[in-house]
């Protein structure tokens, strides 16, 4: 269902202009209506969910009426894939788009040409390629980012018979043990450029450990993997536990807003949230100073509770698809009555252990003290 805030405007195939040229001043016209609607709409009742939601609509609109106004043949297909073919845009996010060709189409290269640059001149900040599925194919199989990107695939327009088809080449050569290495070690150096510290004074909220993006590497693991695409169906396949993901949705949500106020108040793809605008997010969040903390020290206390989370819930997510992918080789080894270690892993040998005798959570570490290889 499109947003009711965008009903109003004229379908993609209304007052069509001259075939093979788009045009770029109406579709221009468009976006920044429907921008300026859904900005409105969000400052006035904050809901970032919706709001990536219909910034994907009303970008989906634009392009595929673009698309059909370039006159592309009807044999090609065009992909929204990365974070718009997932569904999410943020106000100033990339949108990724990939034309993808039958092996025997002669590339129309004037189309396709007419066709991004009108994007450009519309105002999207563009990522785009044009590929076959063999070139696709041999693509994600040496760069991880392709691969990811190409796993949040949708189709927007044109022909969905040969998308069906790429979906299955790309599901036959998609080996999920490896992805979930290359995304491990991708993480590692990711965290690394950030010092490995959830706590950085200007952190980057999309990509700084607890950011958006230590969330996003799980669900595209768990995705890859057959378990879930929402924290939900994590929860459903014994991932998580249903409040565990109502807590990690909760955090996903507010971190989510800062990035959108972050992409509003600087007016362009800016994630990092610099001493600036940590003062001016308090302020339109209401947060006062006090005799004993700043608006802005309590904006990124919240913050940082919420980071925390977030980086705890990797973790443990990771630690648990790595176990459904790897299940263990050796029998569980009793460490006392309560704990033993699988494949080195410290484990309880009754779920209910916890509830039952709290006390045992410092006895869990105590274990790991003892046994340096327990992790």
């Known amino acids: 269902m499109a947003p009711a805030g ?25 976006l920044n209506c429907g921008r300026d609607t859904l900005r409105a709409a969000f400052f006035a009742r904050p809901d970032t969910p919706r709001l990536v939601r219909e910034q994907t609509w009303l970008t989906d609109r634009v392009v595929r009426g673009v698309w059909r106004e370039c006159g592309m043949p009807a044999g090609a297909a065009l992909l929204a894939v990365g974070g718009y073919g997932r569904g999410q845009l943020f106000p100033h996010s990339d949108v990724d788009v990939l034309v993808l060709l039958p092996v025997t189409m002669s590339p ?14 519309i105002g999207l900040e563009l990522g785009h390629a044009v590929r076959t599925i063999p070139e696709c194919e041999s693509e994600m199989g040496s760069d991880v980012t392709i691969r990811t990107s190409l796993l ?12 069906k088809r790429f979906s299955r080449v790309f599901a036959a050569n998609l080996d999920v043990r490896a992805f979930f290495a290359a995304k491990s070690l991708e993480q590692q150096q990711r965290h690394l450029k950030y010092q490995d510290a959830t706590y950085n004074l200007e952190p980057n909220v999309k990509e700084s450990p607890g950011g958006l993006r230590d969330l996003q590497t799980v669900l595209w693991i768990a995705r890859a993997s057959g378990l879930g695409r929402t924290w939900r169906e994590l929860a459903r396949h014994g991932l998580m536990t249903m409040t565990e993901a109502r807590a990690v949705s909760r955090q996903e949500r507010f971190i989510g807003a800062m990035r959108v106020r972050l992409h509003y108040l600087t007016g362009r793809r800016e994630d990092r949230l610099v001493f600036d605008q940590q003062a001016a997010l308090a302020e339109q969040l209401a947060l006062r100073d006090t005799p004993g903390k700043r608006a802005s020290e309590a904006l990124m206390q919240r913050y940082y509770r919420a980071a925390k989370l977030v980086r705890q819930v990797n973790t443990i997510l990771l630690q648990n698809l790595h176990a459904r992918l790897h299940p263990a080789a050796t029998a569980p080894v009793p460490i006392d009555s309560e704990f033993q270690s699988v494949d080195q892993l410290l484990d309880v040998r009754d779920e209910d252990l916890f509830a039952r005798r709290p006390a045992a959570m410092l006895d869990a570490f105590l274990a790991v003290q003892r046994d340096r290889n327990l992790k």
Not at 18 to 27: C, D, L, S
Not at 108 to 121: G, N, T
Not at 158 to 163: E, T, V
């Open 152 to 163: 949040e695939r949708r189709l927007l327009e044109g022909a969905r018979p040969l998308f």
């Open 6 to 30: 965008l009903l109003d405007m004229p379908s993609p195939t209304a007052a069509v202009g001259i075939t093979g040229v788009p045009r770029v001043a109406y579709w221009r016209n468009e």
């Open 108 to 121: 129309p290269a004037d189309a396709i040409e007419r066709f991004f640059a009108a994007l450009w001149d």
